[in-house]
């Protein structure tokens, strides 16, 4: 068992404090997944009855990215608050209101609950946590709002350093259907 792993018996019924450094090796984080400095630090709670779990905290971190525009390497904090229901076989015979509520009405959507399994009486928060921290990076991360990027003609870090360079303007895609109009003009005429 890794150190991710929690058994439902092992949570009191008052629920678990959880505190928890997490490194990429947990996170199962391999070369080209998000980058981050140091650990990852997990502060959570953790409640769970017969056949069901729920996890709340933070997770907090460095990730380090690659800007975009002028593709120079930052890092910014993060801070990801984290809701997470993990569900067993036999969830749907507990009598917790809370659950059968929330089961009810994202089948009344004709949606399918959102959750991660327990098998033999345990879950592991690496799925969970691998997930939140992918889906919190930015599509396209900037190293600042105000970031010049790269001189398109001579490659120069705009950000370091102006260049000499004259603004490059590209052309229209539109520029080929103005063309064809234009030539369809001429032949009519």
């Known amino acids: 068992m890794t150190s991710l792993d929690i058994r439902l018996h092992d949570i009191p019924p008052e629920g678990l404090d959880y505190v928890r450094d997490i490194s990429r090796i947990d996170l199962d984080f391999e070369e080209g997944d998000p980058k981050f400095q140091g650990d990852l630090e997990f502060t959570g709670h953790i409640h769970a009855e017969e056949h069901e779990a729920w996890v709340t905290g933070d997770l907090k971190g460095v990730l380090i990215l690659e800007c975009v525009r002028c593709l120079g390497i930052f890092d910014r904090k993060f801070r990801i608050p984290i809701?997470?229901?993990?569900?067993?076989?036999?969830?749907?015979?507990?009598?917790?209101?809370?659950?059968?509520?929330?089961q009810e009405d994202s089948e009344d959507k004709g949606e399918e609950a959102d959750y991660f399994p327990i098998l033999d009486?345990?879950?592991?928060?690496?799925?969970?946590?691998?997930?939140?921290?992918?889906?919190?990076?930015?599509?396209?991360p900037l190293c600042k709002d105000s970031c010049l990027g790269l001189c398109q003609v001579c490659g120069q870090n705009r950000n370091q350093q102006?260049?000499?360079?004259?603004?490059v303007k590209p052309a229209s895609p539109f520029a080929i259907l103005r063309d064809k109009l234009e030539f369809s003009k001429k032949i009519q005429n």
């Open 83 to 102: 809701s997470a229901y993990y569900r067993g076989k036999d969830a749907s015979s507990t009598k917790d209101k809370h659950s059968r509520s929330r």
């Open 121 to 140: 009486h345990s879950f592991n928060l690496a799925e969970m946590l691998r997930e939140q921290v992918i889906l919190s990076i930015p599509i396209q």
């Open 162 to 167: 102006p260049c000499e360079c004259e603004d």
